[in-house]
């Protein structure tokens, strides 16, 4: 019997506490509240590449988590909030804490010119002795005993697209806050992470 079905889903963070990032103000209020966090969840998403040896044009999409909000920063209008970006990601000050980030920091030099630093990856963190890396649904089900529900259709979509649907937002927004959750719980239980 698959235990993962039996477990009620994770309700993630409601839509009204998710802010996309679209313009000068809205990174202005963004950087004032990412700015004072202690640490933040941490994720980006790029639209998918389907071919052999083509190449990803990511990030598309970057996405940061308060205990209390995320915000979305689409890559496409970055112009404006780049700044703001940029001064969160390469903070020694904020902890960043999300899952799988290695191509995420590669991304993010490459593209943007950004390089995060005090960043932890609970993908390797969190993950048991002689076990490989440990996935963000894994995770939920460990620390909270719901199913996290990660569509593929969703995780393929164009994260390049000029407008995100509801799904997308939804998606990438508990992406970045169930990380941060997920790393406070670890931290509650004890575990303490020297970096």
Not at 107 to 111: E, F, G, S, T, V
């Given at each position: 019997m698959n235990l993962e079905i039996v477990l009620p889903p994770y309700p993630g963070i409601?839509?009204?506490h998710v802010y996309l990032v679209q313009s000068l103000p809205d990174a202005e209020r963004a950087l004032a509240v990412l700015?004072?966090?202690?640490?933040?969840?941490?994720?980006?998403?790029?639209?998918?590449?389907?071919?052999?040896?083509?190449?990803?044009t990511g990030p598309h999409l970057i996405q940061l988590a308060t205990d209390q909000e995320v915000f979305l920063f689409p890559v496409v209008a970055a112009g404006h909030s780049t700044v703001a970006i940029k001064a969160v990601l390469e903070s020694p000050q904020i902890l960043k804490v999300g899952f799988g980030l290695g191509d995420d920091h590669k991304?993010?030099?490459?593209?943007l010119g950004i390089t995060p630093r005090h960043v932890l990856d609970?993908?390797?963190?969190?993950?048991?002795?002689?076990?490989?890396?440990?996935?963000?649904?894994?995770?939920?089900a460990m620390h909270f005993g719901m199913r996290l529900q990660k569509s593929k259709?969703?995780?393929?979509?164009?994260?390049?697209?000029?407008?995100?649907?509801?799904?997308?937002?939804?998606?990438?927004?508990?992406?970045?806050?169930v990380a941060l959750l997920v790393y406070r719980k670890w931290q509650a239980g004890g575990t303490r992470f020297a970096g």
């Open positions: 409601s839509l009204e700015e004072v966090a202690d640490v933040l969840g941490f994720d980006t998403e790029s639209k998918p590449v389907f071919f052999k040896g083509q190449q990803s991304r993010l030099q490459a593209k609970l993908s390797r963190a969190l993950r048991e002795k002689g076990q490989g890396d440990l996935g963000a649904k894994s995770a939920v259709k969703v995780s393929t979509s164009n994260w390049a697209a000029a407008l995100l649907n509801e799904r997308q937002i939804k998606y990438a927004a508990d992406d970045a806050h």
